[in-house]
């Protein structure tokens, strides 16, 4: 017998938390809310605080299981909610071949190898030379060997290991603290080579006043304030990922974290965020890239009046500078200041940028600068005297 023909269960149904609420799954407390808050207006019913208490919460509850939830965050973005949340990401990686793996493996030993043992070298020649030490330019050149140093440490290591097994995996946090030295350590290393490009800005057109202004006080302030610079640029970038909700697919199409490839996997409308952070990273990297080419630029107007042996050699270091300006620059250009879309040539330039770089920064100041030969030849020569002596 149907419900209609029963006024039994008409009764019941009518009755409130009996029949009739569990005839009715979906319940409407939007509208009960609506109601409840009308009849308050019109002074049918007196307002209770507990009461308007339970009837928010309960409404907050429904919305939440019924409805995807519409907030705003701290960029006024909308948002869906969701259930799920990352905790690790899977990196793809350069390769899915196993054999070819294990060459690669072998490539990038070699490449890490050489950027630790090149870095060291100029590092320790640097530090051991009290010439090169009293000098602004190597000065610099330290704390920029230390960088590359670092900046390979980054992300190097974990590739290598990544290439002996077959899980390539990095948790949320991991991930998060790759982005940040990442961005840190490149940041830094901009803010650096610009003010090495003003260090020879004043070496070539002041060079009378040349120790006087670069003294060793500015100095040290100019690199602090390279360092601020970097970790203000990099706690920006974390700022701005980790907030996005994470809570599908967990693959990045690359062999390290960066900021393209998470944001392409956060759960929401990420237009404003990747606007920030081309204004954050791709500017910087071309405002810092143009300041460089145009400092250079004076200086090769003002080499004209130069001597011919202080010319050549003034020459030398500023085409030194250059190069490594262009290895550095035009990768973080080409990969920060576009939309966050996939080209088929972007690892290869994120590996150019990470990997090859740092290895071909000591060999362009060592071969083509006569003061760091020297240096090291010195070292080396002290070294053996030592040695004989100690077996005297």
């Not at 019941?12 to 009308?38: H, I, V």
């Not at 605080?49 to 973005?77: D, H, N, V």
Request: charged share 15%; net charge positive; glycine share 6%.
């Amino acid at each position: 017998m149907g419900l209609k023909g029963c006024s039994k269960c008409e009764r019941e149904a009518e009755k409130p938390g009996r029949l009739g609420r569990w005839l009715s799954p979906f319940p409407r407390p939007d509208l009960l809310l609506e109601q409840r808050m009308a009849r308050r207006r019109e002074g049918s019913e007196s307002p209770s605080a507990p009461t308007r208490g339970r009837a928010y919460r309960f409404l907050q509850r429904a919305k939440e299981e019924r409805f995807p939830i519409m907030s705003f965050g701290t960029l006024g973005l909308m948002k869906k909610g969701n259930d799920s949340k990352v905790t690790e990401f899977v990196l793809l990686g350069l390769s899915s071949s196993w054999k070819l793996q294990l060459f690669i493996f072998l490539i990038f030993l070699l490449l890490y190898v050489a950027i630790v043992l090149g870095n060291l070298l100029i590092l320790v020649t640097v530090r051991a030379d009290a010439h090169l030490l009293q000098s602004p330019m190597y000065y610099f050149l330290g704390h920029l060997s230390f960088i590359d140093l670092c900046l390979s440490c980054v992300t190097v290591p974990k590739m290598l290991g990544d290439f002996l097994q077959q899980n390539k995996t990095v948790s949320f946090l991991g991930c998060m603290a790759q982005i940040y030295f990442l961005h840190f350590l490149g940041a830094s290393e901009m803010f650096l080579l610009t003010v090495m490009a003003y260090d020879r800005y004043v070496a070539i057109c002041n060079p009378l006043h040349y120790l006087t202004i670069m003294n060793r006080q500015l100095c040290l302030q100019l690199v602090f304030a390279c360092w601020c610079g970097g970790f203000i640029h990099s706690i920006t970038q974390v700022i701005l990922v980790i907030q996005l909700p994470f809570c599908g697919p967990n693959e990045l199409d690359n062999f390290y974290c960066d900021v393209p490839q998470v944001i392409k996997l956060a759960c929401m409308d990420t237009y404003m965020v990747e606007v920030l952070m081309i204004s954050n990273s791709g500017l910087l990297s071309l405002v810092c890239f143009l300041v460089l080419i145009f400092s250079y630029a004076v200086i090769l107007i003002t080499l004209r009046t130069r001597f011919c042996q202080g010319r050549s050699k003034a020459l030398s270091t500023c085409a030194s500078h250059l190069t490594v300006v262009s290895l550095i620059f035009v990768p973080c250009v080409f990969i920060y200041l576009r939309p966050f879309y996939s080209f088929s040539v972007d690892k290869a330039v994120s590996v150019f940028y990470t990997t090859i770089t740092p290895m071909l920064n000591p060999l362009i100041y060592t071969l083509r600068n006569g003061d760091v030969k020297n240096a090291m030849k010195r070292l080396w020569s002290h070294k053996f005297s030592l040695k004989e002596k100690q077996k005297r």
